[in-house]
């Protein structure tokens, strides 16, 4: 048997990737770069790399951008749009397509927002060899948006030894949330840059980018979180902004849950489960079901069906003929954390490649749009507590095929388990019934450009082979 024999002697680092050329030389890297050792030779030599330039152009030049958009997010009223292309930061005016470019750096920026009030955009960027947080506002009294000419200023909000990703507003723009080092949320007032640790390490671990979303409640008191990884499961924890309480395990299904959501009171929590949909072979969600967890009884008295509900709402105080008293303000709400299992409930009636979910603004209806093969990118209108699915908006099947398409909502009455109640028509069964009635469903603002920009992103994930774009007017 022959001996082997060593034929490099580097220090420090291994060497990688090892290959062999038919002139029996090898070829290697070794820190980063390429080096050769030659067949007859019996040092090896580095590799010298020329990149040549990618332009001849001097000076400024234009660059398409459209195809290498990364991430997008709309302000509070729609008319502007921040994105992330090439690494940059860049504002759009939505009517008119006018673009400023906000940052100019060879760095990445990623995580982009707007503030509350739309006059400052909040993002990470990726200088001194670790991420940390940068706003840049509009420095210019009388500017409106981000297109009023003017001047922009960019401060540095964090400086620290890790990386911090997610930064996220909250609801009055006065505090920010983000997460650092990939597993703890923290939370920081901006006028005086004090910190507290909302979730503490150990509940999560960031393995991707993005794959820990969390969203603050309207009022600001408190975050929805994503805990977990992605190498066990996901699950939605409510987190005390003020660090002050434990975070509390919401969903503790067993089943990945993620994407989560406040109804505009923050009393209902949504979120996608995997629970109930079907399964691939490696175990992971093929479908998706929305859920919602009533943080309060009262809020799940308003919309339960009298037969679901586990105790009678209790009862309002009778009106005396005593002198009213002053009126005070409402204390603040407090989530009622027991039999949180009791008050959760699946909302979706049937399980579905989702790609958007909404609860209404009164809290008495979920808008929700799913994607299949046969049936295109259809939307649908539930109203909570009441048997039956309005669909509000559906991309035909039967115009498969043509350019030319409509949107358009459909009323389809499924009855619970499938049996028909006395005094309704026959018709009403599981089965799709006929057309009721038809129109238009108009989401304003964000809601509008993220259902948009969803579709856009990739239509052939969500369409038929044969559609486009056209169309989303109608949205």
Same mark, same amino acid.
């Given at each position: 048997m022959t001996k082997p024999v060593q034929l490099t002697a580097h220090q420090t680092h291994p060497v990688r990737f090892l290959s062999l050329t038919a002139q029996n030389d090898l070829v290697y890297g070794y820190d980063g770069e390429i080096w050769?050792?030659?067949?007859?030779?019996?040092?090896?030599?580095? #590799?010298? #790399?020329?990149?040549?330039?990618?332009?001849?152009?001097?000076?400024?030049?234009?660059?398409?951008?459209?195809?290498e958009v990364s991430e997008i997010a709309a302000n509070q009223d729609g008319s502007e749009i921040a994105v992330i292309a090439r690494g940059e930061v860049f504002v759009v005016d939505a009517a008119s397509g006018r673009t400023r470019r906000i940052t100019n750096t060879p760095q990445h920026e990623r995580n982009v927002s707007f503030r509350p009030d739309g006059k400052a955009v909040l993002y990470a960027s990726e200088r001194d060899g670790r991420y940390d947080v940068y706003e840049t506002t509009i420095d210019a009294p009388d500017a409106t948006s981000f297109q009023t000419p003017g001047a922009l200023k960019e401060t540095r909000l964090t400086n620290t030894q890790t990386d911090i990703t997610e930064p996220a507003y909250s609801p009055d723009g006065q505090r920010i949330a983000y997460l650092e080092d990939r597993t703890s949320l923290v939370v920081m007032d901006l006028a005086t840059k004090k910190t507290v640790t909302a979730m503490p390490k150990g509940l999560s671990y960031s393995y991707t980018d993005g794959d820990l979303p969390f969203v603050w409640s309207p009022d600001g008191r408190w975050l929805a979180a994503?805990?977990?990884?992605?190498?066990?499961?996901?699950?939605?924890a409510l987190v005390d902004a003020s660090g002050q309480k434990p975070p509390v395990n919401v969903t503790r299904s067993g089943f990945t849950s993620v994407g989560p959501q406040f109804s505009a009171d923050g009393k209902v929590l949504l979120y996608l489960s995997m629970r109930d949909g079907l399964q691939t072979a490696d175990s992971q969600g093929a479908e998706l079901d929305v859920y919602a967890t009533f943080l309060t009884q009262s809020a799940y008295d308003a919309?339960?069906?009298?037969?679901?509900?586990?105790?009678?709402p209790s009862?309002?105080?009778?009106?005396t003929d005593a002198k009213p008293e002053e009126k005070k303000a409402a204390p603040a709400w407090e989530p009622e954390l027991d039999?949180?299992?009791?008050?959760?409930?699946?909302?979706?009636?049937?399980?579905?490649?989702?790609?958007?979910?909404?609860?209404?603004p009164d809290g008495k209806s979920l808008v929700f749009a799913s994607a299949g093969a046969a049936t295109g990118f259809v939307g649908y209108k539930i109203s909570l507590g009441k048997p039956g699915l309005?669909?509000?908006?559906?991309?035909?099947?039967?115009?498969?095929?043509?350019?030319?398409?409509?949107?358009?909502w459909r009323e389809r009455l499924f009855p619970r388990r499938g049996r028909h109640r006395k005094g309704e028509p026959a018709h009403r069964s599981r089965r799709?019934?006929?057309?009721?009635?038809?129109?238009?469903?108009?989401?304003?603002?964000?809601?509008?450009? #993220?259902?948009?920009?969803?579709?856009?992103?990739?239509?052939?994930?969500?369409?038929?082979?044969?559609?486009?774009?056209?169309?989303?007017?109608? #949205?």
């Open positions: 050769k050792l030659a067949h007859d030779a019996k040092e090896p030599q580095r #590799v010298e #790399v020329h990149i040549s330039q990618g332009s001849l152009l001097g000076g400024t030049f234009f660059a398409k951008m459209n195809e994503t805990i977990g990884s992605a190498i066990t499961s996901f699950n939605i919309v339960a069906r009298s037969s679901d509900r586990i105790a009678a009862a309002e105080p009778k009106k039999d949180l299992s009791a008050r959760t409930v699946r909302l979706t009636p049937f399980s579905s490649a989702l790609q958007f979910f909404k609860l209404t309005d669909a509000a908006v559906h991309q035909s099947a039967a115009r498969r095929g043509r350019r030319r398409h409509r949107w358009q799709h019934p006929s057309l009721h009635r038809r129109g238009r469903l108009r989401l304003a603002g964000r809601d509008a450009l #993220v259902l948009r920009a969803r579709l856009a992103h990739d239509p052939a994930e969500v369409l038929p082979q044969g559609h486009g774009r056209r169309g989303l007017g109608a #949205v």
